[in-house]
């Protein structure tokens, strides 16, 4: 009898250990994390931007290096369980304090490229 107690218990043990091993009552959370960056908030990037317009466009950055006040890191994570991890990056550049470029996962629109400012 012990052993047959002490046997589940090791199986017990080691399947909740087991990360692919699930059980199917068990509610798995949706995390997202970072900034949500739109394909319309990126179209509003124009050079030469202050650093407090890109800031009223896209938020607070989520990474501002304390070294390097010209680069400001925007990262976006979503994990939805049995989904492969999503995670999406803009980092801006900036010289004499204004938009020089950006760089990452997000492009401008044909239609933004083609408009003038104004």
């Not at 949500?36 to 990037?45: F, H, N, W």
């Not at 204004?98 to 401008?108: A, C, M, Q, T």
């Amino acid at each position: 009898m012990k052993n047959l107690f002490a046997t589940l218990t090791l199986l017990v043990l080691f399947t909740t250990s087991c990360s692919s091993f699930q059980f199917p009552w068990v509610y798995r959370l949706t995390i997202q994390q970072g900034n949500i960056v739109s394909q319309e908030m990126i179209d509003k990037l124009k050079p030469g931007m202050t650093k407090s317009q890109i800031q009223f466009i896209l938020g607070n950055p989520i990474l501002q290096d304390s070294l390097d006040q010209d680069r400001w890191n925007y990262i976006y994570t979503l994990h939805i369980p049995g989904k492969d991890l999503v995670q999406r990056e803009l980092v801006i550049y900036f010289e004499e304090n204004r938009l020089s470029h950006f760089e990452g996962d997000y492009i401008p629109s044909e239609n933004s490229k083609s408009q003038p400012d104004g």
